[in-house]
């Protein structure tokens, strides 16, 4: 999840090392689809379908009808490609026990194609949250480890090229250490690696949930889990990462560090949207910059709330590792979470524009310590 600010990359329909792909992943209404500029993305995401027994299905008759949509949207931008996503974090309560049985994955993959064939759709996604771990509903076991490496390779074979396949991972070492990702990743086009919502170095602390470098208050950033897949062999090229339009905030929150990697509880998540107009300086927050972790938050003394997201700079500065640091990231990925947190990532210029409308280039701010720039 991410940002690439590739409003002006060239759009081919192959891939190769001098491109990236653009991703927008889609949870919004039918009659939104039209509303955006697909000609700035490479792919679109239409999530989430579910399990329905062993077949793939959608959870009812208005996600058919976006599916139907997306698929007419091919004939206005025959550049893009159109993939639909299985799971998600609440979305695989039985993943593990369907998937455990050879017949069920081979059930699963023919209705896959028999679903992209109907929609006129170019691939297929699995976030499988997650295999061994388990996710917010259904419960993991060791055998999903080699269960998901057997459903990529069966997907495969019923998905063979030009359609595209492609899977959800996490970036941090509880995750990679319960996949096979070298028998994996020859049988998929690209990895979606999920570099946001990152876990804290202690526990029910404050830190960035989308960094782009570890620091001294957080190990797990998009470098330690592009780095730990570089690590494994798998292909610079097939790596996607990401960057949720979303943040997270934390109560009661002491204001040493102000407010960074201090105890605090969960406040839950909110939207880009609401962190500029609610949470402002107005209001008591002031923004700060993490300039090793190359990440923002937001502090209220007063109130004791931490807020941790990502803007137009993170944002823009994980570009400028694809262009100056190839070695990582030669694709990436993006990921608008906008209204209601639905996912409708397609139409960059202006969600860039209002990106910045309520950001400050931070460079040129005082420094408050050698940690952080202070963004008044």
Known sequence: MILSLGCGQVISGSQDSSSF???????????????????????????FTQLDGNKIAFEDSLQGGNAEAFGGSKEKYPHLKVMVALGGWSGCQTCSSVFSSETDRQVF????????????LDGFDLDWESQVMGGKYGPGKPEDKTNFTSLIKTLRQELPPPYELSFDANSFPEYVQNSLMAEVMPHVDFVNLMTYGLPNDKRAHTGHHAALYSSPFQKESVASGVELLDSLKVPMNKIVIGAGFYGFVVKDVDAENHGLGQKGKSGGDVKYKDIVVKYTPEKGFITYWD??????????????????????ES?????VCHEKEARWY?????EWRFAERRIVGCHLSE??????????????????????????
């Not at 993959?109 to 006129?120: G, H, M, N, Q």
Request: aromatic share 14%; net charge positive; hydrophobic share 35%.
């Open 330 to 334: 030669d694709v990436l990925e993006i």
């Open 315 to 319: 944002c823009r500065l994980k570009r």
């Open 109 to 120: 993959a023919k209705s896959v194609k028999e679903l992209l064939i109907k929609y006129d």
């Open 291 to 312: 300039s090793i972790a190359k990440a923002p938050f937001r502090y209220n003394a007063e109130e004791k709330i931490f807020i941790t997201y990502d803007n137009a």
């Open 351 to 376: 969600t860039l524009r209002n990106m910045e409308e309520h950001s400050s280039s931070f460079c040129n701010r005082s420094v408050s310590n050698n940690f952080f720039t202070n963004v008044t």
């Open 21 to 47: 792909r653009v991703i927008g992943y889609y949870l919004g209404p039918k009659h939104e689809v039209e509303n955006f500029e697909y000609q700035k993305l490479t792919h679109i995401v239409f999530c």
